[in-house]
């Protein structure tokens, strides 16, 4: 392990990368703990230490997580890449809808930029209006709804006119442009995805402070067996997403002009997990708008009886209905996302166009039969999964005496899958420039 290593900093090109990708990384995490004009960073601080200790903790906890904890602390990059990652889903899911936007996907790297540059336009509209509602719920109070003599909600903003407000607006808007420009500068310039590795690091952040609040309310023995619990789950997570079906594929001879191409084996490898984290995220933000019925319509008169209901049944992390629901939508989005990215039909006629064919099956539509049912066979394990891996920290605070410190464990769910799935797309990726230069990789 420590062979590669050394060969990977011995590299001057490969080493510059790292550094880059380090710098960058730095920049990243000091915007996120730099708080936005007219911010009182240690009102705020009180307020999400109150926060923290009940359940308004869990209100903004995707997209608090994926910045690193910034969201709560209104910091310049309190968006984060947040919007960037909602862009890129909205646009991918598009190309079936509009036909414009297929065409550009099959024309290559020209249309290929058309899209990134309808995703960046995006991205810009989704971080004004998503830094507008948050400055918004922080004016009125409800961003950290808590009742402790330690925290003022409505003391976090020194200025609450409508200018001020704007200003913070603006600036949370500028930072979560910045941060896109900065994942992209890691994607051109260094090793891995530059938005992966920006989510990795906003979910790294955060460990520390996480395992400490754990070792200081529930003790060693306790830490001592999440850590445990976490290595075990770590190891199934790595087992998992290193799972694939190889569907072998056999390309027939042929003459084009006086050469002979094809006569080659290969395969289609489908991942158990071909959907990622994609479904997870679908599902925790249909499952937050709830919250947000509540949140607008809540007043300060009696509290009716659904509200009740959603309160403690869709909106409460440790219900049991709450649970359910969440792992159907996880499983019903991983369905549907893998169907709208995976297509049977078009990997099918592009097989019979170079010669390509399934041992035993017939090339066109039974081949496209073929790669269906094999799909929706691992399609299954793979969403029960993902189920299972995102309800983790929701059976913790069930099924957990305290329920509060292993709320905001980012041990589990969706910051280990994020965690384990760029660690080793990245790991992928340097080991295959070491290949190049002949060096031994990390992978074996």
Known sequence: MLSPLVATFRTPDLRKKIFFV???LVLYRLGATLPSPGVDFREINNCVDAASRGDSGQIYSLINMFSGGALLQLSVFAIGIMPYITASIIVQLLTVVIPRFEQ?????QSGQNKMTQYTRYLTVALALLQSTGIVALASNGTLLPTSGADCDAQAILHDHSILALSIIVLVM???ACVVM???????ERGIGNGMSLLIFAGIAARLPAEGRNILQSRGGLAFGLVCVAILVILL????IEQGQRRVPVQYAKRMVGRKMYGGSSTYIPIKVNTAGVIPVIFASSLLYIPQLILS???GSGEVSGWQVWLQDNLINPASWFHILVYFLLIIFFTYFYVAVTFNPEERADDMKRYGGFIPGIRPGRPTAEYLGYVLNRITLPGSLYLGLIAILPNLFMEVGSGGGEMANMPFGGTALLIMVAVGLDTMKQINSQLMQRKYEG???
């Open 173 to 175: 808007t500028a930072g």
């Open 104 to 108: 550009l996907r099959k024309e290559g």
């Open 236 to 239: 199934a997570v790595v087992f």
């Open 22 to 24: 380090l710098g960058i």
């Open 181 to 187: 420009w900065m994942g992209e500068l890691i994607t």
């Open 296 to 298: 607008l319509t809540q």
């Open 442 to 444: 990390f992978l074996k």
